[in-house]
């Protein structure tokens, strides 16, 4: 009896380790440190409204994501316009813009206080599974889905990849990870991001912290001063 209880114990700690063992290799597969960098097209105005952003075909456009444990930071470079900043800790919930005007920088902290709608990525993008070949983009493979818009007069074809959690860049509601070449429709047009490089590290925390010189606002206290200006 002593024998089979001793027996039992082992089989249950070995099970015990191995769910642990492979419950961790999960996490670890789907999480990600480092920097990803998308660039940017702007492929079709699609009769949306015109006037808005920038047509000029020479224009480089990025958006690169610095990601550490659950800090994520993103830049989003434009070179007519300049850069946008934003920090984000997702385990909060909290977002920060950093942005400079008249050579003052602030750093406007959003509300936490959000409806549902605006804590998920637009749920106006509808997603569904399509047999098509798979693509690799900056040495990461993908799976195709066809994506669809009301705004859309055809669907357009994504790749993402479930080994990275679809956190680091959440753009569809309905995507179970990173997205690699993905589209974003908007009255400025339609935009196409495509992942350029992927690079595993781990980004000093000196990334995602706000520059000493920044003024920290509420949202409504900066646009008190947007308005008085």
Not at 63 to 84: C, M, P, T
Not at 146 to 153: A, E, I, N
Not at 221 to 229: G, H, P, R, S, Y
Request: charged share 20%; aromatic share 10%.
């Amino acid at each position: 009896m002593v024998l089979k209880s001793a027996f039992k114990k082992t089989t249950m700690l070995i099970g015990l380790q191995f769910l642990v063992i492979t419950s961790l290799f999960g996490q670890l597969a789907n999480s990600f440190s480092g920097e990803l960098i998308y660039t940017i097209k702007k492929i079709d105005v699609n009769n949306l409204q015109s006037g808005f952003g920038n047509d000029n075909p020479n224009t480089e456009e990025k958006l690169i994501i610095y990601a550490k444990d659950s800090l994520i930071k993103r830049v989003h470079f434009n070179s007519e316009n300049g850069i946008q900043e934003s920090i984000e800790h997702l385990s909060y919930g909290k977002k920060i813009l950093l942005l400079s005007i008249d050579t003052v920088k602030y750093a406007v902290q959003l509300p936490t206080e959000q409806t549902n709608d605006q804590k998920h990525p637009d749920s106006t993008y509808k997603l569904s599974k399509k047999c098509f070949p798979k693509l690799a983009f900056a040495g990461v493979k993908g799976k195709p889905m066809l994506l669809s818009h009301p705004m859309l007069s055809n669907d357009l074809y994504i790749w993402f990849s479930k080994k990275i959690h679809p956190k680091y860049n959440a753009v569809y509601e309905q995507l179970s990870g990173l997205p690699l070449k993905y589209y974003i429709v908007s009255e400025k047009g339609l935009y196409l991001y495509e992942l350029e490089s992927l690079k595993r590290y781990d980004p000093p925390l000196s990334i995602f912290q706000i520059p000493m010189t920044t003024h920290i606002l509420s949202l409504k206290d900066f646009i008190n001063i947007l308005e008085n200006k």
